[in-house]
């Protein structure tokens, strides 16, 4: 055997040998990806009941131990149902994770890079693919973490020489299991920046078959080494050889044979010219030695008795045979494992014929022509025949008869999954029906193209299965979810019935409650009506006595006046109308001491200017409010008429004080109605409009003045300036109203009552505080209750806070309060905006 040819057959035995390893763990991982690939496929699975989706999944568990756990997810990426065999799983929203992006986002099936578990502490790989609703649209995607442990099954099981080995990369170039080591010591180690893994990268990471030539390998020794790719996921099986066994036996052969005819070669030519007559005869017996071995007969020997040169050639050439016999028996030896290493591989090839026999979905591959070349036994049983090797492609249809699904037409040549693949598409397709003599077999085909070392489609291959089940399934769940619809259409219209009785209820309720808060005003405003009253009495009792003590002055004097006033001279008009306005413009609230104490004062004063009767003019003087400056009227006084000038002027000062007093009647009395007015008011057709705070807090506090006025102190804290809300307004009144009639109650009708406003961004706060006892720790839980109250019977309903809080909720707002003993605040929070 020559030396190139042992070159090729190493080089052809290392590709057979990483050939191998790759489809042994493509069909692991391809009868894997079914499984799940079947139940993505089932219309209709994101909707099926939760305790139906778990047992499909516990029954994919106990399918096949590689399944670590396997988990559903919703369209917003939660779980909804996941099962294990192994452990206990809390599954983690996957929303942000690629493999929910991929699958439900892109509708693409899923392999995610390899890691190592921390609880199994080996390497495992998740893969997903995409689940349908009813409406077969992508609703959810099905996961599984799935165990490698194997890969080193595989690895250990292909055989490389004496000294060779198998290992696994995925695509980032991670040692992901070797030939010798186990899951439990796998480290995924990066080989990227080895000097060999840089210089062959492109063909490595090449999606063919490739032969890698000669480099330094994973163990440090220069190696003859060979790539293949698992089809399923981007992984690489690396096969390498040590070179040193691969070159053994040549080398051994030429150092052998070369330096034993190299020997003779020097020693016939220096010898031959002296003693040509006696080594001719020698010679001779060398020369039909080297024949018979050249003829194949290692066993020939030269036995020569001479001493001579020609001696020791014989005995050399004796051992040159000799080495080459060794050298050939190694050959054979060798030869002999390639044979056995051929047989292992005729017998993986049988192995992995009886994994695709005993698949449960049917295989079926055509050559790069399109003609039929193997079929599985589930495809034999699902076509209804055997492989017809000589069928044309466009014949495939009508050979196999293979139909549109529920119709008599035959499925389309250019649509089948198995012709798309050799125009380099990859399909699946779940239209197609096959026609058996005694009976149709619904089936789902995918199509993938099979690539050579060149790059070129070699092969085409569907895989394909029986989805009768599986239709049977849709349409038992298609029955349901009609079912379902009608149920659901009927309880809708129940519950629209429903919902309408609830309507009315509550627009009775809103009626009932509406009439109550109004009835609880009206309470309110009934407990008030009395001090009301007497509030409004008050001014009127003022305008009538000024407006009699007007009337008395004008039937008495007002045609007196003119005369008067005709008998003051110009200078003296002039004194008596600034006396006028002195004594309209002064004020005073002196005690009956204070008075009597400035009359004698007065009354000297006069005496000191020699005027008769002056304790009548100090009297007149003070009743007008000229105390402290009389020098300007001292000429008035003097006059002959001066007591009736200045009793005309206390008279016109008295009914010129008498119009200020109605007028100031008219106003309180006008605030008086305004506040009522306002406080009854209803807010139009029920809808908001923009209401002041503090007016309407001011109303509030008219209406309750003379409550207020017997021996409460209102302090007020308002805001220089204050926004509108947009509110209730006469809603607004009943929550003042309850909350500073609670308060005065709790201060027993004396006391100091706060009421403090601010404004936040969003917010005004009003807080009334009280000075009361406070209210009691063991009923503060319960003052919202309805019908709750600490009153004596007959003096509260228990309604007030309850309606208080029920009016703030409906502005959105809230009310809080703190109680202690001597102090309760209660703070109302309403929005600006709303």
């Not at 649209?137 to 194997?150: C, H, P, R, S």
């Not at 290992?167 to 920046?193: F, Q």
């Not at 040159?320 to 016999?325: A, D, S, T």
């Not at 000589?390 to 198995?418: K, N």
Request: with cysteine; net charge negative.
């Amino acid at each position: 055997m020559s030396f190139r040819s042992l070159w090729r057959q190493s080089i052809l035995l290392q590709q057979e040998r990483s050939k191998s390893a790759a489809q042994e763990i493509d069909v692991y991982l391809d009868s894997l990806k079914q499984k799940l690939n079947y139940l993505a496929r089932t219309r209709g699975l994101t909707d099926l009941p939760q305790d139906a989706q778990q047992n499909l999944l516990e029954g994919l568990t106990r399918h096949n131990e590689a399944f670590e756990y396997v988990a559903l997810l919703d369209d917003r990426g939660d779980a909804v149902a996941q099962a294990s065999l192994y452990k206990e799983i809390d599954l983690k929203n996957q929303a942000d994770k690629p493999l929910f992006t991929r699958t439900y986002k892109y509708q693409e099936d899923y392999v995610g890079t390899v890691e190592i578990d921390p609880e199994l502490k080996s390497p495992v790989v998740m893969l997903a693919v995409p689940i349908r609703n009813n409406e077969d649209k992508v609703d959810g995607t099905l996961l599984a973490q799935i165990n490698l442990e194997f890969l080193w099954f595989v690895v250990s099981q292909t055989s490389v020489g004496k000294t060779g080995y198998v290992y696994v990369l995925d695509n980032r170039l991670h040692l992901i299991a070797e030939a010798g080591g186990s899951p439990e010591t796998a480290t995924l180690e990066d080989l990227s920046d080895r000097s060999f893994v840089r210089d062959l990268k492109s063909q490595i990471l090449s999606p063919t078959h490739q032969f890698l030539d000669t480099y330094p390998g994973l163990r440090g020794q220069e190696v003859l080494g060979a790539v293949a790719p698992v089809q399923s996921v981007p992984w690489k099986v690396m096969v390498e050889l040590p070179t040193a066994e691969v070159y053994a036996p040549v080398r051994d052969m030429i150092l052998t044979v070369g330096g034993t005819l190299g020997i003779a070669t020097v020693l016939a030519i220096g010898t031959g010219a002296i003693f040509s007559r006696r080594i001719v005869s020698p010679l001779m017996r060398l020369t039909s030695a080297a024949s018979q071995i050249r003829e194949g007969d290692l066993g020939v020997r030269v036995e020569l008795r001479e001493r001579n040169e020609l001696g020791l050639l014989a005995r050399t050439f004796n051992q040159m045979v000799e080495q080459l016999q060794d050298s050939f028996a190694t050959l054979e030896a060798q030869n002999t494992e390639m044979k056995a290493l051929n047989q292992a591989i005729s017998e993986s090839e049988k192995r992995l014929a009886q994994f695709l026999d005993a698949m449960p979905i049917g295989v079926f591959v055509t050559d790069r022509h399109g003609h039929p070349y193997y079929t599985n036994q589930t495809g034999q049983q699902l076509l209804g025949r055997g492989l017809v090797a000589d069928a044309a492609p466009e014949d495939l249809t009508e050979v196999y008869q293979a139909y549109l699904v529920g119709s008599d037409r035959l499925y389309p040549v250019d649509r089948l999954p198995v012709v798309k693949a050799l125009q380099g598409e990859s399909l699946r397709v779940d239209d197609m029906e096959i026609h058996q003599p005694d009976k149709i077999v619904p089936i789902e085909c995918s199509g993938t193209p099979i690539y050579s070392e060149t790059g070129e489609i070699a092969y085409a291959i569907a895989a394909f299965q029986d989805i009768t089940q599986r239709k049977r399934a849709e349409k038992v769940l298609a029955d349901y979810n009609r079912t379902l619809e009608r149920q659901v259409a009927e309880r809708t219209e129940q519950l629209q019935q429903k919902n309408q009785e609830l309507a009315q209820t509550l627009q009775e309720l809103k009626t009932t409650q509406d009439e109550l808060i109004q009835s609880e005003k009206m309470a309110a405003l009934g407990q008030l009506v009395a001090g009301v009253a007497h509030e409004v009495n008050t001014p009127l009792g003022a305008i009538r006595a000024s407006v009699g003590y007007i009337a008395d002055f004008l039937r008495d004097r007002l045609r007196e006046l003119p005369i008067f006033f005709q008998n003051l001279s110009g200078d003296r008009q002039q004194d008596f109308f600034a006396l006028l306005d002195s004594a309209v413009g002064k004020q005073t609230n002196l005690s009956s001491r204070e008075q009597r104490k400035l009359k004698r004062a007065i009354a000297r004063q006069l005496e000191s200017e020699d005027l008769d009767d002056t304790d009548t003019l100090a009297d007149t003087l003070v009743e007008l409010g000229v105390c402290e400056d009389i020098e300007p009227f001292l000429p008035l006084l003097r006059d002959p008429e001066g007591h009736e000038i200045l009793e005309t002027a206390y008279q016109l000062t008295s009914i010129i004080k008498s119009t200020q007093t109605i007028s100031t009647a008219s106003d309180r009395a006008a605030k008086i109605v305004f506040a009522l007015k306002s406080y009854s008011r209803q807010t139009p057709s029920g809808q908001k409009v923009e209401t002041n705070v503090i007016e309407s807090l001011e109303t509030v506090l008219t209406i309750y003045h003379n409550q207020l006025k017997q021996g409460v102190e209102v302090i007020k804290n308002y805001p220089e300036t204050l926004p509108n809300i947009w509110g209730y307004p006469d809603e607004l009144n009943q929550v003042w109203t309850n909350l500073i009639h609670n308060a005065i109650q709790a201060m027993d009708n004396k006391g100091t009552l706060t009421i403090d406003i601010t404004q936040s961004k969003n917010d005004i706060c009003v807080s009334i505080t009280d000075s009361g006892a406070g209210i009691p720790l063991e009923v503060q839980s319960k003052i919202f209750q309805p019908l709750f109250t600490t009153k004596p019977p007959g003096e509260g309903s228990g309604l007030g806070l309850d309606i208080v809080r029920k009016i703030i909720e409906k502005h959105q707002g809230k009310i809080d309060f703190d109680s202690v003993p001597g102090k309760t605040t209660f703070t109302v929070s309403l929005p600006l905006s709303t």
